[in-house]
Nanobody, 124 residues
């Protein structure tokens, strides 16, 4: 069992930056692929960025590539998302998620554990 707690959301102006963090409890964190997903009102949940258990492989949604950076620290059981050059369209609830590592996937239903979400609002 893994419990995930996100932090770092908030209100920021367009062009600004935020850093989201996710702390995981439980054992074997390094066995899990970790992902950041987001869901805006009226839209489906989508993958923003995913990192494999070793940290070696990553995925970024085309809309955030070059602006967001995912990182993980397996010694501290944390995964972070540095978000730069934020745009109003990045406004959403952001979720941290984990799955036992089998292969990189961006499908939300493939992830077994979810945090409660943190709101990110980007004003224009």
């Amino acid at each position: 069992q893994v419990q995930l707690v996100e932090s770092g959301g908030g209100l920021v102006q367009a062009g600004g930056s935020l850093r989201l963090s996710c702390a995981a409890s439980g054992r074997f964190f390094s066995s899990y692929d970790m992902g950041w997903f987001r869901q805006a009102p009226g839209k489906e949940r989508e993958a923003v960025s995913v990192v494999r258990r070793s940290g070696s492989n990553t995925y970024y949604a085309p809309s955030v590539k070059g602006r967001f950076t995912i990182s993980r620290d397996n010694t501290k059981n944390t995964v972070s998302l540095q978000m730069n050059s934020l745009k109003p369209e990045d406004t959403a609830v952001y979720y941290c998620a984990a799955r036992v590592s089998v292969g990189l996937t961006t499908t939300p239903s493939d992830y077994h554990y979810w945090g409660q979400g943190t709101q990110v609002t980007v004003s224009s």
